[in-house]
């Protein structure tokens, strides 16, 4: 069975940094693409970023660029998401998704439970 | 602003039958594969169709999707009241190369 376990969502101060984490199993997770996507409390769904299978290939959201940084290793299995510089807009679930292909452009197949991020003071 | 334009909202009777619209442009829509998503109350999203009209193994064919131009539609038949929940379409916009959701549907079965 394929699963996507979310973790290192924490309660994080303007300004500060966190990693979160996604460990996947159940599939060949180096052949294919994975995004996040987050959720703002009572607001829909924002995709953030997305990995190829490779990682040769990343893309950012605008809302994003320059302060969050996506990256992955395939020998474990695991994705990861740098958020850097956190604002109070960056508070929310962050979900991390498997594409259906190689690329992250494919669409997102499977779905974690999520991790939830909170940048307050 | 999503890129993508949804209704806020839709409601039905049980045994019912409603649409979902989604309105992109060239960039998105008219030049990439539509899917949905449902997102039922404190749980993730759920993918529900792909590549403008497929449902993965296990969605009841009481969903289906369509695609045209710049638009796409979500159809579901027989309503029942576990439908209730929030819908999204999705896509690729190669103009941004990023994915974009509209702003979301949530479907009340009355």
């Known amino acids: 069975e394929v699963q996507l376990l979310e973790s290192g969502g924490d309660l994080a101060q303007p300004g500060g940094s966190l990693r979160l984490s996604c460990t996947a199993s159940g599939f060949s997770f180096s052949g294919y693409g994975m995004s996040w996507v987050r959720q703002a409390p009572g607001k829909g769904l924002e995709w953030v970023s997305g990995i190829s299978g490779s990682a040769h290939s990343t893309h950012y959201a605008d809302s994003v660029k320059g302060r969050l940084t996506i990256s992955r290793d395939n020998s474990n299995n695991m994705l990861y998401l740098q958020l850097n510089s956190l604002r109070a807009e960056d508070t929310a679930v962050y979900y991390c998704?498997?594409?259906?292909?190689?690329?992250?452009?494919?669409?997102?197949?499977?779905w974690g439970k999520g991790t939830t991020v909170t940048v307050s003071s | 602003q999503s890129v993508l334009t949804q209704p806020p909202s839709v409601s039905a009777a049980p045994g019912q039958k409603i649409t979902i619209s989604c309105s992109g442009s060239?960039?998105?829509?008219?030049?990439?594969?539509v899917s949905w998503f449902h997102q039922l109350p404190g749980t993730a999203p759920k993918l529900l169709i792909y590549e403008n009209n497929k449902r993965p193994s296990g969605i009841p064919d009481r969903f289906s999707g369509s695609k045209s131009g710049t638009s796409a539609t979500l159809g579901i038949t027989g309503l029942q009241t576990g439908d209730e929940a929030d819908y999204y379409c999705g896509t690729w916009d190669t103009s941004v190369a990023a994915w974009v959701f509209g702003g979301g549907t949530k479907l009340t079965v009355l």
């Open positions: 998704a498997k594409s259906a292909g190689a690329g992250n452009y494919y669409y997102m197949d499977v």
């Open positions: 060239s960039s998105n829509i008219g030049n990439n594969y």
